[in-house]
């Protein structure tokens, strides 16, 4: 997929775990599981809000655009 997830690169620097980041936001840490190994289709706003204010970051620290990546 040409978007890439970051977020496992936000948990080293925040020194938080999946199930705590989970947690805090809201949402399985099996649904976090899909969103930050790349296999989500989609996620939604809300989500993405929930994890920027947890992580204290912006949406592009999260996500990026890899080009020539497939899909």
């Not at 399985?28 to 204010?53: D, I, Q, S």
Request: charged share 25%; net charge positive; proline share 4%.
């Amino acid at each position: 997929m040409p978007i890439a997830v970051d977020i496992d690169v936000m948990l080293a620097r925040r020194k938080m775990s999946v199930g705590e980041l989970a947690d805090r936001v809201g949402i399985t840490p099996a649904n976090l599981a899909v969103l930050k190994n790349g296999r989500a289709k989609a996620v939604r706003f809300a989500t993405l809000a929930a994890l920027c204010e947890v992580l204290e970051c912006q949406p592009g620290d999260l996500l990026r655009w890899e080009a020539g990546a497939g899909g």
